[in-house]
């Protein structure tokens, strides 16, 4: 029995109907994860297994920053790809659920302050890693609260932007004792989580019957669906 899986269009649903087709960044982002993602939905991965690995790798690269950073770069390199990889391992396996996005909500959280611990543990200033982690926790906060628009709304502040500078401060600390690049990169991992809110206050607030419809339902009702290209269809079998 075979399956037809829309790739595009369900990785839009799961991003409040983000159209990737639009975006090169995050189609060609996308291009790098589906066959991941396609390999281990035949083989039966479950993608919550795959959020649960990038948490782990998240705090293994924490924990490994303060020791040998430029062994802690990869493993947060890794855990981004995880985080990608989860969301097309549910599109293909067509279990793309509510509960597995509140886990993958999750998991970005905890991914976050791991990257916080991360620029401490190069040579960050306490105060400053964070602030750090407190920016990049606002931006998502701000997201949140202004709601509809707002969550499909990319800015400078992403998860791949965090990751970076977190990935930036490994190297820089690994290659010379000098903490300045490490502090560097906290600062604008922190400016650019400033800048991320301010974008993000400029998208329309999400209106009120609609927010409480989300809440009734969990989910934004879908105003359209994303155009459909027979190029990024998958069959799996």
């Given at each position: 029995m ?8 369900g ?18 982002w ?11 939905a035949r083989?039966?991965v479950?993608a919550?297994?795959?959020t ?10 924490a ?7 430029l062994l ?8 981004a ?11 293909f ?10 886990v ?7 991914s976050?302050?791991?990257l ?13 890693a ?8 606002a931006?998502?906060?701000a ?5 509809g ?23 820089a600390?690994?290659?010379s004792?000098?903490?300045w690049p490490?502090?560097?990169s906290?600062?604008v ?9 301010g ?14 419809r ?12 994303p ?11």
């Open positions: 075979s399956q037809q899986v829309d790739a595009a269009a990785w839009s649903a799961r991003h409040h109907g983000l159209d990737p087709s639009g975006i090169p960044m995050v189609s060609g996308l291009r790098l994860v589906w066959p991941a993602g396609r390999a281990l083989r039966s479950p919550d297994a795959v649960l690995a990038g948490v782990a790798l998240a705090g293994a690269g924990w490994m920053a303060g020791r040998r950073p802690a770069a990869p493993l947060l390199v890794g855990s790809w995880c985080d990608g990889v989860d969301g097309a391992v549910a599109v396996a067509g279990r793309t659920t509510g509960h597995g996005a509140l993958d909500k999750a998991a970005d959280r905890l976050d302050a791991a916080a611990v991360v620029l401490w543990r190069c040579g960050a200033p306490p105060r400053l964070a602030t750090a982690g407190l920016a990049a926790f931006v998502e906060a997201r949140e609260l202004r709601g628009p707002a969550r499909s709304t990319i800015t400078v502040g992403e998860r791949p932007t965090r990751v970076i500078c977190a990935v930036a401060a490994c190297l600390a690994g290659r004792p000098a903490r490490v502090a560097l906290a600062v991992l922190t400016a650019l989580s400033v800048v991320a809110i974008q993000l206050r400029r998208v329309p607030p999400q209106a009120p019957a609609a927010r409480r989300q809440a009734r339902t969990g989910r934004p009702r879908q105003v359209s669906r155009r459909r290209d027979s190029s990024t269809e998958r069959t799996i079998r």
